[in-house]
């Protein structure tokens, strides 16, 4: 059997259901571009048939992406295989992924139809995807709670019909690591045919097992694994390309599996898509979390100056994390500051980088040392964001023990400028009050959470704010040193997240039905 892994990435998919991560088109082109760069076999640019806006995404995406693999998308009907199909079949490599679910509690109660009409359909959907393209993937939703001898027959019908890729998802993150090793030995013993095709396996991480069946996946002969980066997705989220990735490269004396994955990429792609969709990564986050290379305890920072080895089964710079991070001050050229880019991964342009450098400048100003997450923080807010319905022109807010706060905001909406001023009982409230009154928003801030990007009493504050409107859920960010502004900077991220929900309706989520 191949000991090589192909490693399918639907961070754009799979990994923009996680609450609130809605990712514009822009958005979503500068991270298939790193994962371009990351090395990944296949990505799954959306799912067309959902929205407009997943539609012209995938679109942009297979047009410009030479070297990997896109994949769209689409529920087991022609009307969804053929917007997958129109999104993708200018791409240099498409995948068309077409699903239905297989367990008995989705067919009773979701899809209302007996195993055979499941089957029809799988096959049906299998063989006209193949009319538009030969490489065609099938899943069985729910797979690991459906009867095993049902899903080989899936399986063996969707080989018959064309499927070049079969997937076992753990939709739910029901199983256990043995369970998943037997279940997927049985599936490969089972299974006429199973042999020609790619077996992949997409697991979820309700019980925070995700990587580990996705290893145990592997054990048993699988040899496609569904992922995304830093674990982003529906709910608990999906099983993360680098935990895998990384599993598989430190422990290859025990498994003797390989990927293409280019490993130092790994960090800046971890930090461009907690950017990019405002999720932060908990610090103790396997691989690519804050702490995950620190050392704290005396014994430990004795032993690691011994000998890495001591405590440390992975160097950091596997992974890109530079060891002695140049770190940049007001002193700082064009070139230094050039170089510091391309070092954490940003090919920019000149134009790019000079509207960058002039930011960079300002920042140095207020602050003595600016490091790597401050200088990813302005490429985030500066470059990787469309342009925004609402943009921050001036902020001054009064407060203090004795004086009401006060906010004096200036806006550009849509390009023109408005000035207003409004109270709060603190000045973060009364700078959210004023902008909502501004931008005549009626959403609710559910969650409002402010981090230190870096240690240090002139650290830059990191705000992550939730917001709901009419069903809408959009996560903000925002940074500065100041985190009055670093919280107005969030907020109007938000809205402007709101904003682009709105303009494309995707499917609701029993639509979906993901
Ligand atoms: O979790 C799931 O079942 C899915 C399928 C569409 C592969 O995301
Ligand atoms: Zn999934």
């Not at 409002?448 to 809408?472: H, P, W, Y």
């Not at 670093?486 to 039905?513: D, F």
Request: charged share 25%.
């Amino acid at each position: 059997m191949k000991d090589q892994v192909i490693v399918f990435d639907t961070t754009l998919r799979d990994g923009e259901q996680s609450p609130g991560a809605t990712m514009n088109a822009a958005e979503k082109m500068r991270l298939a571009t790193q994962l371009e760069k990351l090395g990944v076999d296949a990505m799954e640019a959306g799912f067309p048939a959902a929205s407009p806006g997943d539609f012209e995404a995938v679109e942009l995406i297979a047009g410009k992406i030479r070297n990997t693999q896109v994949t769209a998308l689409a529920r087991a009907s022609k009307e969804d295989i053929d917007r997958a199909w129109g999104a993708i079949k200018e791409a240099a490599h498409p995948r068309i992924h077409t699903f239905i679910a297989t367990s008995d509690i989705h067919l009773e109660h979701k899809l209302k139809m007996t195993r055979d009409q499941v089957i029809n359909k799988a096959v049906d959907a299998v063989r006209y995807a193949r009319t538009l393209t030969g490489n065609v993937e099938f899943s069985a939703e729910d797979g690991s709670r459906s009867d095993p001898d049902f899903l080989c027959r899936v399986f063996e019908a969707a080989i018959e019909a064309g499927a070049t890729t079969v997937n076992l998802p753990d939709t739910v993150g029901y199983a256990m690591p043995d369970e998943f090793t037997q279940l997927i030995s049985y599936i490969r013993q089972h299974t006429p045919n199973i042999h020609r095709v790619v077996l992949s396996i997409h697991c979820h991480n309700d019980l925070g097992l995700a990587t580990a069946n996705t290893l145990a996946g592997l054990k048993a002969g699988a040899r496609q694994v569904e992922v995304t980066i830093n674990g982003i997705g529906e709910r608990a989220g999906n099983t993360s390309l680098e935990e895998v990735v990384m599993g598989l490269y430190t422990r290859n004396d025990l498994l003797g599996l390989n990927t293409n994955i280019n490993m130092p990429e790994i960090h800046s792609t971890s930090r461009l898509v907690s950017m990019v969709t405002g999720i932060v990564v908990q610090p103790n986050k396997a691989v690519v979390g804050a702490n995950a290379f620190a050392h704290e305890a005396g014994i430990h920072q004795d032993g690691i100056l011994k000998n890495p080895m001591t405590y440390e089964i992975m160097k950091p710079e596997t992974i890109g994390l530079a060891r002695n991070r140049l770190v940049l001050g007001k002193h700082s050229g064009r070139h230094a500051f050039k170089q510091k880019l391309q070092e954490l991964g940003y090919d920019l342009s000149n134009g790019e980088l000079n509207k960058l450098f002039d930011k960079f400048k300002g920042l140095a100003d207020k602050r003595k040392e600016i490091l790597d997450e401050d200088i990813e923080v302005l490429v985030a807010e500066e470059i990787l964001r469309v342009p925004d319905v609402y943009q921050l022109d001036y902020l001054n807010v009064v407060s203090g023990n004795v004086a009401v706060p006060t906010a004096t905001v200036k806006l550009k909406i849509q390009g023109s400028e408005t000035l207003s001023a409004g109270f709060g009982i603190g000045p973060i409230d009364a700078t959210f009050n004023t902008i909502s009154k501004m931008v005549g928003s009626q959403a609710k801030l559910l969650r409002f959470s402010v981090n230190a990007i870096s240690g240090g009493m002139d650290a830059q504050g990191e705000v992550t704010v939730r917001l709901k409107e009419n069903g809408l859920v959009a996560l903000g960010k925002g940074a500065d040193p100041d985190i009055i502004t670093a919280s107005a900077k969030a907020y109007i991220n938000g809205l402007n997240r709101l904003e682009y929900m709105k303009r494309n309706p995707s499917l609701s989520a029993e639509e979906r039905t993901l």
